[in-house]
């Protein structure tokens, strides 16, 4: 059978996401009393076949729309080093490799999320600030187990715009890393993304030969820099298809306060692409300069 004679399939949606846990009251007082998540199944058993698998309980939590959020609780094993010291640090990312991993619960809307983060509160918890990404604002818990666990409602709908740019950085991304993995070495700065992504946008929209340049997907969560662009004395905005484009002939610079852009959201504001060089990019100010020219033999 071809790939053409296949089914055309679609995902419906999340069954479960699970864990595992070292801390089988604390874990079940958590969702279930202070989250106030119905318990709805546990699977009791001996090992899963392999002489080296614990006997286990494998244990379930009600959390919407027909999902549920499970845990691994296996019998007469030690939590691993590290995992003790996790659950008491705030509810931060800072470790990147743990914390990539964590549950995002669906709410209605901003006053839904502020009413979780006062009952989180009431608990005794220590919760996160709001934290507004592109499309989502966010707070973030830890469970007893230092997981982190996300509230979030949407901002706006995703649209095929949406899925086009992800194409363009992804397409980026992955000809990078093809690059770096060839040479023997890490693709370790976004800066190099950006720069690829500002190729890619340009071949599908809108190209420049200004030493400095921005391509922006036009959707409401950037709105604020093409406006702050078109009153710039040293900008120039074209309007494309799916993108605007901000031009200059010499460094630009953006501060985030008069953007008025949140962290998250002002740290992920070049992922429509840039041609230059990020001179300054930290908390309060970005600076993009024409890219130095190649060096004469």
């Not at 119905?38 to 058993?45: K, T």
């Not at 500002?198 to 929209?205: N, R």
Request: hydrophobic share 40%.
């Amino acid at each position: 059978m071809s790939a053409r004679d296949l089914p055309s399939l679609a995902l419906r949606g999340v069954d479960h996401t699970a864990r595992p846990t070292w801390r089988l009251r604390e874990t079940v007082e958590f969702y279930r009393d202070k989250l106030g998540l119905p318990l709805v199944h546990v699977i009791s058993a001996r090992g899963w076949g392999p002489a080296t698998h614990p006997d286990f309980l494998h244990f379930f939590f009600d959390s919407g729309n027909g999902s549920t959020i499970a845990f691994f609780y296996y019998l007469g094993t030690n939590e691993p080093a590290g995992m003790r010291e996790r659950a008491a640090s705030r509810p931060l990312p800072d470790d990147h490799v743990a914390d990539a991993t964590h549950t995002a619960w669906l709410v209605k809307g901003p006053d839904e999320l502020r009413a979780w983060k006062q009952r989180l509160e009431s608990q005794g918890l220590e919760v996160s600030v709001e934290t507004r990404h592109e499309v989502i604002e966010s707070i973030y818990v830890r469970d007893p187990n230092g997981y982190f666990v996300e509230f979030t409602h949407k901002l706006r709908p995703l649209t095929a715009l949406d899925a086009t740019d992800a194409q363009l950085t992804l397409e980026a991304a992955m000809a990078l890393e093809d690059q770096a993995h060839g040479a023997g070495r890490l693709l370790d700065t976004v800066d190099a993304i950006w720069n690829g992504k500002a190729e890619k946008v340009a071949e599908h929209d809108l190209a420049s030969s200004a030493p400095v340049w921005l391509s922006v997907p036009r959707v409401e969560e950037f709105a604020p820099l093409v406006s702050a662009a078109r009153q710039h004395p040293e900008c120039r905005v074209r309007t494309g298809k799916d993108y605007d484009l901000i031009e200059a002939d010499g460094p630009l610079e953006f501060g985030r306060k008069a953007l008025g852009f949140k962290p998250a959201l002002w740290y992920g504001m070049l992922t429509g692409g840039v041609h230059g060089r990020i001179e300054r990019f930290d908390r309060d100010v970005l600076r993009i300069a024409p890219a130095q020219a190649p060096a004469q033999a």
